[in-house]
């Protein structure tokens, strides 16, 4: 199914399609029909919210009205929930290229707000959609404040929504945009805003899909036989091996291992270890040789 969620004033059209040598558009909706657009959409009731009206706008200002026409919210500072099924049901994206197109527009200076369509399974209770039903595709702009600004393209994947890790600007002026998300066979994407291309990639590398291929062992402990030895260098220090500012950070080492220590010193110059010794745990090092050089000159 398509629903639309919004929070404030704009107009929508829509568009669902799926390509390949034979396209099929499995949902259309340019509102052309009139009022008759309230037949085949069904407003949520869920209860506890308190669900704005909405009605047929080309807005306060159009190109042509008749086909500028969309979804408009009516009311400020309120939550919208509708939603419609696809005219031609999915049955299968396999060798296909999924099509997500609507337009959106947002005639006053929104400052909090979102215009975005989530796709969601045949399951829907149409009459009970809330922020919280599960949902297939959830993807436009969301605007919260000056800085959050952005596009959101988030995917269900085994009962977790997945984030995209890339962060797409969405427009937050007062004219109509198109935004387009573009899913292929391929396991590439692309978001078009406009028609023009705004982020592309692949699926596995900006959303987390796979597993890591490393994970803590919860079930992990130290070794018995190992030891924390606490190094610390000044703030003013500079670590040579990684270009990062020290901390104090534990090292574990095996008990009866060689240890070596660098000490650096706020003017640039080091003493470096170069005999590092043995110790049993408990015992303090046997014996140091510690030599300088100048900053920048080779270990």
């Not at 609507?102 to 149409?126: M, T």
């Amino acid at each position: 199914m398509s629903v639309i969620m919004v929070r404030l004033l704009f107009s929508l059209s829509s568009l669902l399609i799926l390509v390949c040598s034979d396209p099929t558009i499995y949902f259309r909706e340019d509102f052309a029909d009139g009022d008759a657009w309230s037949s085949r959409w069904v407003q949520s009731e869920h209860e506890g919210k308190t669900f704005g009206k909405l009605g047929l706008s080309a807005g306060e200002f159009f190109h042509d009205e008749a086909k500028d026409t969309g979804l408009k919210t009516m009311e400020n500072a309120r939550f919208y929930g509708i939603s419609t099924p696809l005219t031609t049901p999915v049955e299968s994206t396999e060798g296909k290229t999924l099509v997500v197109q609507f337009s959106v527009k947002h005639e006053q200076k929104i400052d909090c707000g979102g215009g975005y369509i989530k796709l969601f399974p045949s399951s829907l209770d149409p009459k009970d959609l809330h922020g919280d039903a599960p949902y297939n595709i959830m993807f436009g702009p969301d605007i919260c404040g000056p800085s959050a600004r952005r596009v959101h393209v988030i995917f269900n994947y085994r009962g977790q929504n997945l984030l995209l890790k890339k962060e797409i600007r969405c427009k937050d002026d007062e004219l109509t945009h198109l935004y387009t998300l573009i899913v292929r066979s391929d396991n590439t994407y692309e978001v078009r805003i406009d028609n023009k291309k705004e982020q592309s990639g692949k699926l596995e590398e900006d959303w987390d899909f796979l597993e890591p291929k490393e994970i803590a062992d919860p079930d992990a402990s130290q070794p018995d036989n190992w030891t924390i030895i606490l190094s610390l260098m000044t703030p003013t220090t500079r670590n040579l091996r990684t270009g990062t500012n020290p901390k104090l950070s534990p090292i574990l080492t095996p008990r009866n291992q060689p240890i070596g220590m660098t000490i650096w010193t706020e003017n640039g110059n080091h003493p470096s270890s170069i005999t590092p010794t043995s110790r049993e745990s408990g015992d303090q090092n046997r014996s140091i040789t510690l030599t300088t050089r100048e900053s920048g000159s080779p270990q």
